[in-house]
């Protein structure tokens, strides 16, 4: 069984672009969250898709939005980049995240890093 | 707001030395803890899940326990390959964000 799917693994972008990061869950699985990782605040909750629908939402600015599409797979973008959105960005992705034993499962994650 | 802390940020360990780390934590109404183990430059492995408190789960040489305010992850005569970083997170009632701690790094020295 295939696990969860990011692309790309690493990406370096200038002050001010903009990038998208995607993400491919398990088979099967309709929730997927997104998490920024860096090493002062560790792991923190960007956003929660189930169904193509927004469900959660972190304490991010709005530079930082995401979709799903009807197969279940992700994508988050971010405008506008800033130095500090360098970070690790990971996907999560879990059959239905409200249901206990349907653990969230991550991906390798993206390694952005804005210069 | 719900928070997570994990203590010892850091631990270092001769290999057969026993050890626990320790995830407090503070959410409104708990619907699970997890565990996941993280190797540098990869995304988190799932580990363990624990729904309510007194409840133990075991994987090797990992034993993770939870009471009503924190949970326990028990190293026994860990080896090299158990170094990494441990993460736990809590998933509240009401929305389903997971909260995370920042981890505890652990090496282990053959």
């Known amino acids: 069984k295939a696990g969860v799917t990011q692309t790309p693994r690493y990406l370096i972008k200038t002050r001010g672009q903009q990038v998208t990061l995607s993400c491919s869950p398990i088979s099967g699985h309709r929730s997927v969250s997104w998490y920024q990782q860096t090493p002062g605040q560790g792991l923190q909750f960007l956003f929660e898709?189930?169904?193509?629908?927004?469900?959660n939402k972190g304490n991010f600015p709005g530079r930082f939005s995401g979709r799903q599409f009807s197969n279940s797979r992700s994508e988050m973008n971010v405008s506008t980049l800033e130095l500090g959105d360098s970070a690790l960005y990971l996907c999560?992705?879990?059959?239905?995240?409200?249901?206990?034993?349907?653990?969230?499962?991550f991906g390798q994650g993206t390694r952005l890093t804005v210069v | 707001e719900d928070q997570v802390t994990q203590s010892p940020e850091a631990l270092r360990l001769q290999e057969g030395e026993s050890s626990s780390l320790n995830c407090s934590y503070t959410?409104?109404?708990?619907?699970?803890l997890f565990w996941y183990r993280q190797d540098p430059g990869k995304g988190p492995e799932f580990l363990f899940t624990?729904?309510?408190a007194g409840e133990e789960k075991e994987k090797e040489r990992l034993k993770a326990t939870l009471t009503k305010k924190e949970s326990f992850l028990h190293i026994t005569a860990p080896k090299p390959e158990d170094s990494a970083t441990y993460l736990c997170?809590?998933?509240?009632?009401?929305?389903?964000?997971?909260?995370f701690g920042k981890g505890n790094q652990v090496v282990v020295i053959p």
């Open positions: 959410v409104s109404g708990l619907r699970g």
């Open positions: 898709y189930f169904s193509e629908t927004q469900r």
């Open positions: 624990l729904y309510s």
């Open positions: 997170a809590v998933l509240p009632y009401g929305n389903n964000r997971l909260a």
């Open positions: 999560a992705s879990s059959f239905e995240q409200a249901l206990p034993g349907t653990e969230a499962f």
